[in-house]
């Protein structure tokens, strides 16, 4: 299976703790998405990165979040001093630009983390 | 925020019967994007379609745009059991931005 993965799947961790999360994107894409999603919502977009350059940032990603693509092939998603607001699903998505437009975003099964 | 809102939030039909989704969404865009979502299977990319069109099809799906009431519509004809999930509309945030923005989703339930 070439698709998106992410690891782990599942993190239970205590308020307080730092968590990272990977993603790989499929191989030949050179965009990388994080978005989060809490139960009955829609994903809200976190971060993009074009290859190693994070090109776009929201306003959810506070200080306590960091993101890299040191080499422009996976991606790793830090939470330093976990709250349990952080608690969601965090997806992972990849996308091939195209200057043609479409670019559309395949996404990985996510990462559900629960903040006790 | 979230620019799009499906509509209605849920929807319970029989195998067999068409189902559709309605999303509005705020601001000018160049195309309209329609996911589904079930646990199987995670999120996944149905159809896109460009600002420049009215309708596109894709085996049963069926899309509409109407940039002039900022609202498109998502028709699945013949619906199967398989079809269960939640259906997102997402539109990128502005233009020249890659910010995908999604709705809060219709969760389509089809009974066999």
């Known amino acids: 299976d070439t698709g998106v993965s992410q690891n782990p799947r599942h993190k239970i961790t205590k308020r307080g703790q730092n968590v990272t999360f990977r993603c790989d994107p499929i191989?030949?894409?050179?965009?990388l998405y994080w978005y989060r999603q809490t139960l009955g919502q829609g994903p809200e977009f976190l971060t993009y990165?074009?290859?190693?350059?994070?090109?776009?940032k929201s306003r959810l990603l506070s200080d306590r979040f960091s993101a890299e693509r040191p080499k422009g092939s996976f991606s790793t998603l830090e939470i330093q001093r976990t709250e349990q607001g952080d608690s969601a699903m965090y997806l992972c998505?990849?996308?091939?630009?195209?200057?043609?437009?479409?670019?559309?975003?395949?996404f990985g099964p996510g990462t559900r983390l629960t903040v006790l | 925020s979230q620019q799009g809102e499906e509509d209605p939030q849920a929807l319970s039909i029989q195998e067999g019967e068409n189902a559709t989704m309605n999303c509005s969404y705020k601001?000018?865009?160049?195309?309209l994007q329609w996911y589904r979502q079930n646990s199987g299977r995670g999120l996944v990319h149905l159809i896109l379609?460009?600002?420049?069109?009215r309708e596109k099809h894709s085996g049963r799906l069926r899309v509409t745009l109407d940039t002039s009431k900022k609202s498109s519509s998502l028709l699945i004809t013949a619906s199967r059991a398989a079809d269960t999930a939640s259906y997102f509309c997402?539109?990128?945030?502005?233009?020249?931005?890659?910010?995908?923005?999604f709705g809060k989703g219709t969760k389509l339930s089809v009974i066999p």
């Open positions: 998505a990849s996308s091939l630009h195209r200057t043609s437009g479409g670019n559309e975003q395949f």
């Open positions: 191989s030949e894409h050179n965009r």
């Open positions: 990165f074009q290859n190693e350059a994070q090109l776009e």
């Open positions: 601001t000018s865009i160049n195309n």
């Open positions: 379609i460009r600002s420049n069109e």
């Open positions: 997402a539109t990128f945030l502005s233009a020249g931005s890659y910010q995908l923005t």
